[in-house]
């Protein structure tokens, strides 16, 4: 079973920077997917970014060139650099991580999110 887990939301001030960490733990051979969402208040979840083995990272228009999403492998942990924030793009964040055991199971799992406010 995988487990995930984010950290770094915190409080920005508009035109500030975050970033974000998702770790993964437990059976894990292999991290097939991490990807990044998004849910502010009243709203439905949104896709942000995301990063698939040996492919190119993937974004949202609203985040593009703001936002870069990346891996360490090593450590099965992804990042989300947040620049330029804005006060639209407060929301809780979550980490959602596909992997693959060593027995050759896949397993996908969100983790708890973590709140990001951009606020002055």
């Known amino acids: 079973q995988v487990q995930v887990v984010e950290s770094g939301g915190g409080l920005v001030q508009p035109g500030g920077t975050l970033r974000l960490s998702c770790a993964a733990n437990?059976?894990?051979?292999?991290?097939?997917?991490m990807a990044w969402y998004r849910q502010a208040p009243g709203k439905q979840r949104e896709f942000i970014a995301d990063?698939?083995?040996?492919?190119?990272?993937n974004y949202a228009d609203s985040v593009k060139d703001r936002f870069t999403i990346s891996r360490d492998n090593a450590k099965n942990t992804a990042y989300l650099q947040m620049n330029s924030l804005t006060p639209e793009d407060t929301a809780i964040y979550y980490c959602?991580?596909?992997?693959?055991?060593?027995?050759?199971?896949?397993?996908?799992?969100w983790g708890q999110g973590t709140q990001v406010t951009v606020s002055s």
């Open positions: 959602y991580t596909g992997a693959i055991t060593p027995s050759g199971g896949r397993w996908n799992a």
């Open positions: 437990g059976d894990i051979r292999m991290i097939s997917l």
């Open positions: 990063i698939r083995s040996g492919s190119a990272a």
